[in-house]
């Protein structure tokens, strides 16, 4: 496996940071109402209720309430950084350095709380952090292993055993067509497609460990789960969709997935994104 130095947060995460990494949708689609086959958990423990189950009231939880912006350090980042673990995201090390990793897992847990991405940690989302919502439930008859996709949040959240085991920021399709040419399998081609992460139900099938060159760009450690589109790590994950088709993820959350995700498991992508 090849290891790349990741570029610095600006070219990381900013909303106007494009690459090509995604993946095209013109295999076959797999439609919402087009019901999935009978597979069976792995084991009985995998059996029961598809929502998270009713969580043991934890004790009052008090923030630090400083405001903090990008590139801070210090405990107040150290605390916030913790929380969000607690809480099923995945904020990088508990370092203290308010960096792009911290960034990624700050715009997931905004956008499950109702508040707008921001870089800027202020009173709403310390109050968030205080008194936290779960994320909406998409599939509420799913299995108890299950990745849901909301495309209108542009969210995943994975639930292992009927929990939350993680929720994460994401980078779907873009649904702008595109044709571009590129050097594949020895000879030029042209390919072209809509571009899209279609809703509908389908389960993980293949996948690869570390980067896999794709015929559109890299994608790193992809799990496909609809024909070419899959979960993958890519170097930009911005605010709105932006890939060829795949899923994007940030680089530490795809370092932790193939361990979480196994094949078989259902997953369910729902929504749509509105642009302001």
């Known amino acids: ?30 439609s ?12 009985a423990a995998q059996q029961g209720p598809a929502a998270p189950q009713a969580a043991t009231p934890e004790a009052a939880v008090t ?26 995201y995945r904020p ?3 370092d203290g350095q308010y960096g792009g990793t911290t960034l990624a897992a700050v715009w997931a847990f905004q956008k499950v709380n109702g508040i707008k991405p921001t870089s800027t940690i202020a009173k709403r989302t310390w109050e968030a952090l205080e008194a936290p919502r779960a994320p909406k439930v998409l599939v509420p008859d799913g299995r108890a292993t299950r990745a849901e996709v909301n495309l209108t949040k542009q969210i995943m959240v ?3 055993r009927g929990q939350v085991k993680l929720i994460t ?10 044709c571009e040419t590129t050097t594949w399998q020895g000879k030029e081609q042209r390919f072209c497609g809509s571009a899209r992460t279609p809703t509908g139900n389908y389960r993980t099938t293949w996948r690869v460990s570390g980067w896999h060159k794709s015929y559109l760009g890299e994608l790193y450690n992809p799990i496909f ?20 088709g795949c899923v994007r993820m940030p680089m530490n959350v795809a370092e932790e997935l193939p361990g979480l995700l196994g094949k078989g ?5 729902r929504g749509a994104y509105k642009r302001a």
Do not use: D
């Open 1 to 30: 496996m090849r290891v790349r130095r990741l570029p610095g947060v600006a070219a990381l995460l900013t909303a106007g940071a494009v690459v090509v990494a995604g993946c095209g949708t013109q295999h076959m689609e797999r």
């Open 32 to 43: 919402a109402r087009t019901p999935l086959p009978p597979v069976p958990p792995p084991a």
């Open 63 to 88: 923030a630090p309430r400083k405001t903090l912006r990008l590139g801070a350090k210090g405990k107040a980042v150290t605390w916030m950084q913790k929380r969000l673990t607690e809480l099923g």
């Open 92 to 94: 990088g090390k508990a």
């Open 158 to 160: 994975l639930y292992v």
């Open 169 to 178: 920021h994401i980078s779907s399709g873009s649904g702008i067509p595109y």
């Open 225 to 244: 789960f609809n024909g070419g589109i899959a979960f993958h790590g890519a170097l930009s994950v911005p605010l709105y969709p932006a890939s060829h």
């Open 265 to 269: 498991v259902p997953v369910h992508v």
